[in-house]
């Protein structure tokens, strides 16, 4: 993939650039040594072998490294793959260039073992000698860069064998150390043998963004460059598009296509001084609504890996949202060359353990490999160090499990699968039962119980982290509503043909007319107008009425100037008025007086008394002379439902009346008929027509209504 062959003299000028009072002989000589032990040999790209320790010189010295790590790296394949011994190394170029060029040669050697123990020895003889010397790793990391970029003239298997240990150490180390821009094209390239097609895709998906991308990305610099400017702010803004792999990584996450994707560029603003940074930060969070939880300062408080910047995320113009990184120049070295910034300028400084320590998690994996001598133990704890932003957790059985920082035991149940995180009753954590919320941490030994009865809690959605526990959550929530609502529709709408004489079974079985009346409410099946009924966004009386049109209009319980009379069996028993027992009696549907309520009677023009309440509006606008008192005998009969209408106002949620009616099913009563809307104010309210045996059996239901943490109120209608 190179281009142009490195020459020398490209490399003496890289170092001067950094080290302008510099030493370079020792590389000439170091190139010349290099270039005789390499003699006649050639690498799989039919290139000199030269051209790679040229390469990974080029690369240490563009990271701002001195004579010495630049040599190393001209020097880094002469022991192992040529007939150079490290004595001569030593006696050339002194023990400091030999200590770095032993260092590498020690990580390549083979080990005998299965691919587990290779791997883990490998790894520990990587963290012994950059704890020992930190540039042996930078020349490590810079052999694995040329050599990922030249992989295409590998055999198939072992670009992928190479390219997913690329991933998992050399990446990762590279973050750590704070290397972005190489781990950024590690991943990329690792990316790019490991997963093929996902790349491409994702490669064409940008390509065909181009246009569109550039010209955003142009308009706001030039915003950003203007707005900096206004308030005398010197600074470089830059844009560019996010690596593959992280873009890759966002889609995985978030279960989206490239077209959902929104923040796939990041913007960076470089400028003079720390206090600009600051308020630099401040006319970007005046221009733009910043996203709440994602103003980090790395300033105030540098990552272990002397990362400083500022870091913002904020709702663009058109509603996207825009990642912007604000840093000085200094800042901005580091975070691009990380740990080879900061070395390059003590060169001539003697490297010691201390070094590698001021970095505590390369001293906790020095730590770490002289402990754990298991090499799967060993492999688990350098991944643990590797990836701060990730918890590991065992299952019972020893299975690890990868899942984010702060991800709680329903994240872990569902990671382990869907069924196990629906049905997740409760969960032990090291032996000991804790509550579902708790987070993960490293090590944990989780033990997830279910239960056949247990199934997602709505609360569940407060506290899990990862993308596959919500987006299953969501899942069966609104599977369970829509049952809910489907199963309510149903009776509603049962009540409701029944008045018309008919049964909803029947209608269902022989369909046609049913199916009409399902197409002229623009619903695909029966089950989504049943749902419509239950949610309340379709009245039962509007279908029956559709289904019946040439019977009869039904007659919706509209305020009668004389209330409609209850017939035949429906007559309320146990109703006694005072002196008139002989009289025909009904309740009236406008107040709907259930036993326990102050009654008054009102005499028709000859169809008997009508019981209202005493306080009933519509009583009061009638003739008085026709008002004749009454009075409940005792509580009512035993068996006898009285309907009444209430309402309940309640914080709005979906599915809002599906919970209510369980409430009211818990409470024991049937409901015959329900309305729900939403108003202006984001409240719900609800209307029921419900079934009671008396005052004391509405006031439980009112009750256990108002225990509902949603509900704001309970009150009574007229009917
Ligand atoms: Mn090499």
Known sequence: MANRIIRLQDIVEEVQKFHP???????????????????????????????????????????GLGPVTVSSGLLHDTVEDSA???????????????????????????????????????????????SHDIRVLLVKLADRVHNMRTLGFMEPAKQKRIARETLEIYAPLAGRLGMFRLKAELEDLSFYYLEPEAYQQIQEGLSRKTGALEKYNREMCEFLREKLEEHHIKGEVSGRVKNLYSIYRKLQAQQITLDELYDLLAFRIIVDTLSDCYETLGVIHALFRPVPGRLKDYIGMPKANMYQSIHTTVIGQGGERLEIQIRTREMHRVAEEGIAAHWSYKERRAYHEKDAQRFSWLKQMVDLQKELKNPQELL?????????????????????????????????????????????????????????????????????TTSPHHHPSRDWLQFVKT????????????????????????ELLEREVRKAGASLQKLIKEGDELKKVVQEFSFRAIDDLLAAIGHGKVSPGQVSNRLFRNAAPAVEEA?????????????????????????????????????????????????????????????????????????WDGGGSPNKLYPVKIQVVTVDKPGLLADITSALKIADVNVTKASVETTAENKGVAQFTIQVADQVHLEKVFGALKRLKEVISVRRMMG
């Not at 200590?99 to 073992?113: R, S």
């Not at 702060?406 to 409760?426: K, M, Q, W």
Request: charged share 25%; with cysteine.
């Open 21 to 63: 009072d510099s030493d370079t002989s020792l590389i000439e000589k170091a190139y010349i040594f290099s270039a005789k032990a390499h003699e006649g040999q050639l690498r799989l790209s039919g290139e000199p072998y030269l051209s790679h320790p040229l390469e990974v010189a080029y690369l240490l010295a563009k990271m």
């Open 559 to 631: 305020p009668a100037l004389e209330p409609q009379v209850k017939r035949g069996k429906e007559e309320p028993a146990g109703l006694k008025i005072k002196d008139l027992d002989d009289m025909l009696m009904r309740l009236a549907n406008c107040c709907q007086p259930i036993p326990g309520d102050a009654i008054m009677g009102y005499i028709t023009r000859g169809k008997g008394v009508t019981i209202h309440r005493a306080d009933c509006p519509y009583l009061a606008s009638t003739e008085t002379f026709r008002h004749i008192p009454a009075e």
């Open 467 to 490: 993308t596959k526990a919500r987006h299953k959550i969501r899942q069966w929530l609104k599977v369970a509503e829509r049952e809910q609502s489907v199963a309510l529709g149903k």
């Open 380 to 448: 688990e704890g350098v991944r643990l160090e590797l990836y701060p932003d990730e918890v590991y957790v065992f299952t019972p059985t020893g299975d690890v499990k990868e899942l984010p920082r702060g991800a709680t035991l329903v994240d872990f149940a569902y990671a382990i699968h869907s069924e196990v995180g629906n049905r997740c009753s409760g969960a032990k954590v090291n032996g000991r039962m804790v509550p579902l919320r708790t987070e993960l941490q490293n090590g944990d030994t989780v033990e997830v």
């Open 84 to 130: 150079a011994t490290l004595d001569e190394v030593e006696e050339y170029f002194g023990e400091e260039v030999a200590d770095v060029v032993n260092g590498v040669t020690k990580i390549g050697q083979l080990v005998f073992g299965d691919r587990q123990t290779q791997q883990a020895e490998y790894i520990r003889k990587m963290i012994l000698s950059m």
